[in-house]
């Protein structure tokens, strides 16, 4: 079951409450009992370690009493009050731990949670977001947002409150203990050392930013220059690489010196700030214990108390530190969920029902930016069952279309219909199911080859597996390998020539079924030879859907059902091969500019 979805708004968190809020029902979620149950029973092991760790002090005290000679209220004996003292301070340890083990199942639910909340968003988000944003930058805002909230989890509810309840409890004990002016003492010292904290923490965070500014830049760089390893190779640019990444590295360093410096001069304000505090209770006690108005074991519990008190403290410096810092991250996360998604699916749309196939468009028109218009009210009808070539110079809205059709993007005017439904209002899912896509470049996942084919239909058996690797013709290829479909064929495929991967991808197209194939200049990218076998892939593939082909070879589409002549976002022509020919128009031109380029080549 999935977790709550905290509410979202178009801006980023403000502050570092709006962020708690948001992990809030997660930690309380409506509808599951065994969540609460187990917050509710961590926080009560929490108050029972907290009451016994404040009294054991007070145990301290009694078996140095006894030693003294003086004679306890318990009457256990210096011996039976000593062991008592050690089993109060193991108690302590084991409520702590069986706390930490009951919330632990709490938290790490949390953790998954926000995780793929966040994956599942990121994947929701528009080709525009992705093609702005860096693959690397995402990442590593998914990574410290997670370790943020997990350490604002473990932290807040494990130390700040913990903190806070026992320097409560430890002021009651000694005021009633001892007096009112030693809890004054303590009060201002710590409210001394709060302020100090937080000044000069709010500082450190503008340097934490930066720091991370720093390192999500330098960690873009590397991941760009390693997924271009070839391209970095061909030009001989690894010192360029090296240099642009090392520049990257030394933003981060003087950001990391800062902030280093600045954890010093932290450190020791905070100890200054507790130190002087235990040497004036101390001093306090020691006058009580010269005067006779303390005992020996009065002093020993008040060293007891404050030791008690100074090691969380100076431990909160780190937590309020890190819960700072964490909120910056878990910030940065939260403004990732905020993104809205720029296209979404209405409320309550039906899926598309395909009958035949027919793919239309209505006079769309369609930017990128509003102010350079890609298509300029261009209309196109595919029948069920034909294939139609859209065809054009760069830049005269082939690809657009393609992205319409997939509806990565939203049309600006004009409708696009599949079966006489417009694709705005129907289901993304549904719509993704109808299409198929053979892109320019096929991108294979890091894993097998049967992984690959078999992501074009989940649950697939092997035989259907292998008979969409017949229909694409790597059938026989795969089996040749001494791993056959269990070879890897390495980041984004780079182990299998570009006819290969094509293949596979067509393998993969053709085990999802789809009713309509978009082929993406499909084999724009491959030499002629490879280019001929694959064509061939692509006819059988084809056979009884309903096919749109964006290409740039007109070879490879003279044999489609109509082809469409594409220029500066307009319809300029369409027809027939033949028909276009005779026409001696802008097709004409292309054609023969090719055939020309293409006997030079030869």
Known sequence: MRGPRPTTTTEGPTNGWAIIRRVGPYLWPEGQTWVKQRVVIAMSLLLVSKLIAVGTPLLYKQAVDALGGQV???????????????????????????????????????????????????????????????????????????????????????NIIPLILELGLVAVFLWIALDGW???????????????????????????????????DANQKAIDSLLNFETVKYFGAEGREAARYDQAMEGYEDAAVKTATSLAFLNFGQSFLITTGLVIVMVMAALGVQNGTLTVGDFVMVNAYMIQITMPLNF???????????????????????????????????????????VELDNVAFGYDTARPILKGVSVTVPAGQNVALV???????????????????????????????????????LHDAIGVVPQDTVLFNDTIRYNIAYGRAGATQEQIEEAARAAQIHDFILSLPEGYDT?????????????????????TLLKNPPILLLDEATSALD????????????????????????????TIADADRIVVLEKG?????????????????????????????????
């Open 72 to 158: 306890s209220d318990l009457l256990l004996g210096a011996v039976g009050l000593t062991i008592a003292y050690g089993m109060a301070r193991l108690m302590s340890v084991g409520f702590q731990q069986l706390r930490d083990a009951v919330f632990a199942k709490v938290g790490q639910r949390a953790l998954r949670q926000l995780a793929l909340q966040t994956f599942s968003h990121i994947h929701r988000l528009s080709m525009r977001y992705h093609i702005t944003r860096k693959t690397g930058g995402l990442s590593r805002i998914i990574e410290r947002g997670v370790k943020g909230v997990d350490f604002l989890l473990r932290f807040m509810l494990f």
């Open 488 to 508: 890897m064929v390495g980041e984004r495929g780079l182990k299998l020539s570009g006819g290969e991967k094509q293949r596979v991808g067509i393998a993969r």
């Open 316 to 358: 909160l410096g780190t937590v309020y530190r890190e819960i700072r810092q964490s909120l910056v991250d878990m910030g940065e996360m939260f403004d990732l969920l905020d993104q809205p998604a720029e296209v979404t699916d209405k409320p309550g749309a039906p899926d598309l029902k395909v009958t035949g196939g027919v």
């Open 392 to 430: 054009g110079p760069s830049g005269s809205g082939k690809s657009t279309i393609g992205r319409l059709l997939f509806r990565f993007y939203d049309v600006q005017g004009g409708a696009l219909r599949i079966d006489g439904q417009d694709v705005r209002d129907i289901t993304q899912e549904s």
């Open 182 to 216: 030693y809890v004054a003492v303590v009060a201002v010292v710590i409210a001394a050392y709060v302020k100090f904290t937080f000044a000069v923490t709010e500082w450190r965070v503008k340097l934490r930013r930066q720091m991370n500014q720093q390192d999500t």
């Open 528 to 555: 002629t030879e490879t280019e001929a076998s694959i064509q061939d892939a692509l006819k059988r593939a084809g056979q009884g859907r309903t096919v749109i082909t964006i290409a740039h070879r007109l070879s």
């Open 570 to 602: 307009k319809v300029v022509e369409q027809g027939t091969h033949d028909a276009l020919l005779a026409k001696a128009g802008r097709y004409a031109q292309l054609w023969a500019r090719q055939q020309s380029e293409d006997a030079e080549a030869a």
